[in-house]
């Protein structure tokens, strides 16, 4: 644990969601089992392994030793959350009080967030290298003048759309099975002025009529769970997916292919996209933001992206 304690001991105060220590990544030993994260006013401390009291009571001792240096007054509020494989997450309030509703942001955008319930917070942090490249790719784009249609499958609490709206997208259609994330979602664009969304609380492989309907569309972003019994499981279901893409982009469009499953590297992605839509072609990997810097990094978040080619002499679309 010594190394979560060192980090601790150089903190500085965050003013956006990120992530504070990876132990996970593997580049601590003895320490993977931990994760600290911001979510200010918010520190939330993971473990995915049981923790004793007097670990916590150590960890506690630190934050409250640093806070001291550089919280300018301001209390310390810091959650433990602990989750093991077959058992419900245990996630308690440690120290302070977290506000409510809980906003955070991320360059310069805001989000809702409560990590007082369930295992996900509202935004996954590993992802915001892909929501920066969203951001600047739909602020880049020269097609501007026909307006940019986005689709944002799996969409959670559609982060992917308030970056795209936010950088100039015209549409965006999200799509998610969980109404109570798409709530939060449409919660999200109202917190940043943002219209442009539609919402549909859809089993995406029961409404491929819908999904067609609003496209041709100059981006698609793709980030399933890896596995959700009921609902996607990666190994068998994202090659139904990549069967789709060839019809659902525009000439020159772009697919963001995300995964976040240690077992599977980005061959699993490659090979298949080579296999079922071979006229897409590769472009490169998004890099993980510096916090997620893992080890092997084949078992890290894969963020891939794809480009729908253009014939020759025609612009595109």
Known sequence: MQALLDTIAQLEVPTDACRLFHGRGGRHPGCEHLVLDAFPPVLVLTSFQPLDEAALQALDSALLARWAQIGQGQPLNWVYQMRQPGTK??????????????IVTEAGLQYRAHVLRGQNHGLFLDMAAGRRWVRAHVAQHPEHRHGLKVLNLFAYTCAFSVAALDAGARQVLN?????????TGQHNHQLNGLTGASFLAHDIFSSWGKITRSGPYHLIVIDPPSYQKGSFVATKDYAKLMR????????????LLCLNAPELGTAFLQDQMAEIAPTLQFVERIA???????????RSLKVLLYHAPVADGLAPD
């Open 288 to 298: 993980n933001p510096a916090a997620f810097a893992d080890v092997d990094e084949e």
């Open 244 to 255: 789709r893409l060839p019809d659902l982009l525009r000439p020159g469009g772009h697919v």
């Open 89 to 102: 997450a245990e996630t308690r309030l440690v120290r302070g009080s977290v506000p409510e509703p809980h």
């Open 175 to 183: 799509m998610d099975m969980a109404q109570g994330a798409l709530a």
